[in-house]
């Protein structure tokens, strides 16, 4: 299995703790996804910028639907979250 070199919360400064410290206050945990990106917290706020907006923001599709769709398609990536 690959192996990618992450920065874990407990090492986390500057930019990186801010969003690190946003996860955890909305979801109470960091998921890993984002720990990958860790080494680029500039990468990581506009991916975390990128979800928020296709996730919030108002389209065609309800709240309800989207995670719904985020959950299948987690699913059928052999995804855990």
Excluded: W
């Amino acid at each position: 299995m690959p192996y990618i070199r992450q920065i874990e919360i407990d090492e986390a400064e500057g930019e990186l703790k801010q969003l690190y410290d946003s996860c955890l206050q909305r979801a109470g945990y960091v998921a890993g996804i984002l720990k990958v990106q860790s080494l680029t917290p500039v990468v990581l706020r506009e991916s975390l910028r990128f979800y928020v907006h296709l996730m919030k923001s108002p389209n065609a599709l309800s709240a309800a639907r989207r995670e719904m769709l985020a959950a299948v398609v987690s699913n059928v990536n052999d995804c855990f979250y």
